[in-house]
Structure formats: structure tokens, C-alpha cells
């Protein structure tokens, strides 16, 4: 099996849901849908408070070239637009939308044959970004300067816990894979795979079913014909699934630093992405719903659910029959790289892939000791970085030296943190450090 230097394996938790059949959360009251929800400038909304709106109806416009439409997830009508709270601690301005229970739904029409500008052009209109945690506009991704030979497809899932890509494989493979061929015709590339962990063999299974995907296997590769995605299977390490990992390990090129996987002929989309491009081409769906995995043993019903963006945590921890008394962690995303939450009043985005309820048993409470200098953390960043210095330097003020040592380089994989024996908080050094040069800057 294919992979890249350093990394850890990380027990991954995923049998708690890798079973589970997605379920569709039924609708609820109220839904406060942000309106940043991705990478670049938040989008301006197009509703004001009173008006009535439809399912999948435009409420808020790209506002720049990087930006994304936002959607409505629900009928109902605007209450307000507030400031809340988001997962990352910050705040964003948010449409409130009170659900009025009627079921109407606002669709684009139906591409049959679409070119290539076609399909970018759709994929802007329905406000589609990396599903995969980024949130960087898909339409602007599939538009790189630098030419591309490689489109790579990340169904690694390497967050332990997470199954949302796996099941999303498992059930709607042929949409999926749908999908991918749409976005390899829209970038006009042929050469396509799809990296997928080792601990997803009926996912593997069912994409090696069906027809035109082939194993990356020598016998495999030497018949292989023009349109073929070829399914590459990687070995069971954290951070499998980050951009420059997942490169090195399917096609064996090297991202430079500071660089972006077009640099390296490739474009990079999640498994999530992939579908939602099929959705919103050949059935005109807007991106407002999304599939998610919630986890961990203090939740009383670990599920995968389709939910719809704005939906409030409290919600869909009531509906997975609440919260067991020994949670001690609340977290969105997966363990490793997901935002610890202070409480439930947070509402989904379309780059929520999954929300945990971890207890003392999964979650580390143990408060940071001195680093012993064991070297632990460096033998296994992947970005061959040395963490331990951007800790200690961010740790007594002097940004310039955390930054001198590769700071803006770390993808805050926090695969070091996972190893410090000192519970160092180096991931949280590393975001003030991109913070404070940021503001530098
Ligand atoms: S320094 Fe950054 S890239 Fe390296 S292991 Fe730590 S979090 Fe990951
Ligand atoms: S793993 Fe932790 S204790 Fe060891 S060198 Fe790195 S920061 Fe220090």
C-alpha cells in the first residue's frame, strides 16, 4: 500500500458508525445559515428580514471572485440577519430563516452533455466548496493558472471517527463517481484516482464494482484505457488525507512549500464535493445539505445523518438521542484537526464533515508540561518541519523565529500535538503565530 513519509497511526474510532446508514434529519424549527462559510470574503445577502423564501433559493451572493453563493436550507421566512458565534471561535453575520413548513424547492435546470465552462459555471451558481473542511470555492479551485494533468479524489478519510465519505461511497457510489468524472471533464484531464485508507474495504469494494474504475495494481495499470479512475489504496496513517500527503502517496509528486497542488499538475476534491457536483448538474440542487458523522461514546445514538447547513448542534444531538453524562469534549469535525465547541449553540456549515462527544476515556484533559526535547513531534510531521521550536519560540513572543521555523508551512495536521508526551499545545502555537504574522503583514 502507498504512502508518505512520517505520519502516526491513530486508532480511528470509525466502528462506531461505519455501519450506519445515513439518515435524513427531518426538518426543524429555525436555521441561522452563515454567510462564511468559506475561503475568501463572506457573500452578501440578497433576502432582507420578512421575505419568504423556498428549499435551495439563493439568499446571499458571492461577493468576490473568491467567495460562494449561499443557499437556503429550508422554507420559511427571514427573521433576522445576527452576528453568531462559529465553530472556530470567531463570529460571522448569519441569515435566520424559521421554517414555515411547506415543502416547495428551488432548482436550476438540469445540464445534460454540459462543456466544461458549463459545469464551472454550475458549480459557482450552486455555491459549491471543498466539503472536505477547507470551504475553498470549488468553481475557482478547477480554474488553476498553472496547467493540470491530475485530477486526485481524497476519500481517505484519515480523521478517526469520521464515516460521512465512506458511507456517502457506499450508498451513492455511481452519483459519486458521477460526480468525478464531471470534474475531471471540467479541468479536460483523464488521468483521475481516487486515494482511499485501507479501513474502508466495502467502499473500495463497491467503487472496484462498477465500471470504468480499475485497482492501481500493475496487471491493472497495463490495460488500463483512457477514461479509467484508478482507485489507489493507502495505508492506515494520519494525515493520509491532507493535500500534499495524499499527492506524494498517489501520483509520488512533491507540493513545494508554500505551494499549491496545481504547482504539481493536480487539483484536489473530497469525495462530498464530488457528489455535490453531480447533484447540482444533473439535478440542479443547490448546495444546502450535506452528509456529516456524529460521534463518540457520549453520544447516546452515534449516526451519519444528511443535514441541512444552519442547522443548530443541539438539534442534531437531540435527535441522536442527547448527550451521555460522561462527555467531557465537544468537538466539530474530526479529533485531530476539528474546533473544541464550548457549548451546543453552533450551527452546521457546508464544510462540517462531523461532530464528536468525546469522554475522558477518548479526550485528553491533561494540562501541558514543560517540552523534554524527545524529538517525537518532528519524527512525525509530515512537512519534515521542527515543531518543537514554533512551540517554544511562539510560546516567549518572538513570532519571527516560530516563522523562521516553518510555521506558515504546517497544515495543523496535529499529529505532533497527538505524540508530545508534554501535551504541548503546538497546533494552537502554530494558529497564533499565522495569526500574529498575519497581522503583521
Ligand atoms: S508541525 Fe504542523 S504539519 Fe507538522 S505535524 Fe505538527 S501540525 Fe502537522
Ligand atoms: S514531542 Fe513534545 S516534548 Fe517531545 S520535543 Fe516535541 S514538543 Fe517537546
Known amino acids: 500500500m502507498k504512502t508518505f513519509r512520517g505520519g502516526f497511526h491513530v486508532p480511528d474510532n470509525k466502528a462506531l458508525t461505519a455501519e450506519a446508514s445515513v439518515e435524513l434529519m427531518p426538518v426543524v424549527t429555525d436555521y441561522y445559515v452563515s454567510l462564511a462559510q468559506h475561503i475568501g470574503k463572506p457573500a452578501q445577502p440578497v433576502v432582507n428580514v420578512g421575505d419568504e423564501v423556498v428549499e435551495g433559493q439563493l439568499i446571499a451572493q458571492a ?60 458549480i459557482a451558481e450552486a455555491g459549491i466548496v471543498g466539503m472536505g473542511g477547507a470551504g475553498f470555492p470549488t468553481a475557482v479551485k478547477l480554474q488553476p493558472k498553472d496547467a493540470v494533468d491530475t485530477l486526485i479524489i481524497n476519500a481517505a478519510e484519515c480523521e478517526p471517527y469520521l464515516n460521512c465519505d465512506n458511507r456517502l461511497m457506499i450508498e451513492r457510489t455511481r452519483e459519486f463517481l458521477a460526480g468525478v468524472r464531471l470534474i475531471a471533464r471540467a479541468i479536460n484531464v483523464t488521468n483521475v484516482y481516487i486515494g482511499i485508507e485501507a479501513n474502508k474495504p466495502e467502499a473500495y469494494a463497491k467503487l472496484l464494482e462498477q465500471d470504468g474504475v480499475i485497482p492501481d495494481t500493475k496487471d491493472a495499470l497495463a490495460n488500463r484505457q483512457d477514461n479509467d479512475i484508478v482507485v489507489v489504496l493507502l495505508k492506515k496513517k494520519y494525515p493520509q488525507g491532507a493535500e500534499k500527503t ?156 516560530a516563522v523562521k521555523y516553518g510555521a506558515l508551512n504546517c497544515f495543523e495536521c496535529g499529529t505532533c500535538a497527538y505524540v508530545c508526551p508534554a501535551k504541548r499545545p503546538i497546533v494552537q502555537s502554530v494558529r497564533l503565530t499565522k495569526q500574529k504574522a498575519k497581522e503583521k503583514k
Open 63 to 122: 461577493s468576490s471572485f473568491v467567495s460562494a453563493n449561499i443557499h437556503s436550507p429550508v422554507c420559511g421566512e427571514v427573521v433576522e440577519i445576527v452576528k453568531r458565534k462559529n465553530a472556530q471561535g470567531g463570529v460571522a453575520d448569519c441569515v435566520h430563516i424559521r421554517s414555515n413548513g411547506k415543502q416547495d424547492k428551488f432548482t436550476l435546470p438540469p445540464l445534460t452533455d454540459p462543456t466544461p465552462q458549463q459545469i464551472v459555471e454550475r
Open 246 to 401: 495524499l499527492i506524494k502517496a498517489c501520483v509520488n509528486r512533491e507540493v513545494p512549500v508554500g505551494g499549491l497542488p496545481a504547482a504539481v499538475g493536480c487539483i484536489v476534491d473530497n469525495v462530498g464535493t464530488a457528489y455535490a457536483v453531480w447533484d447540482a448538474v444533473v439535478n440542479g440542487n443547490t448546495l444546502h445539505k450535506r452528509l456529516m458523522t456524529v460521534s463518540g461514546r457520549g453520544i447516546k445514538t452515534p449516526k451519519n445523518i444528511e443535514v441541512a447547513v444552519g442547522t443548530l448542534l443541539s438539534a442534531i444531538v437531540e435527535l441522536c438521542g442527547g448527550l451521555d453524562d460522561n462527555a467531557v469534549k465537544l468537538v466539530s469535525g474530526g479529533p485531530m484537526m476539528g474546533f473544541s465547541l464550548m457549548d451546543l449553540d453552533v450551527c452546521t456549515t457546508k464544510t462540517d464533515s462531523g461532530f464528536l462527544a468525546l469522554t475522558d476515556k477518548e479526550a485528553s484533559t491533561v494540562l501541558p508540561t514543560p517540552c523534554i526535547n524527545c524529538g517525537r513531534c518532528a519524527s512525525v510531521c509530515p512537512m519534515r518541519l521542527m515543531p518543537m521550536y514554533i512551540d517554544f519560540y511562539t510560546t516567549v513572543g518572538d513570532t519571527e523565529n
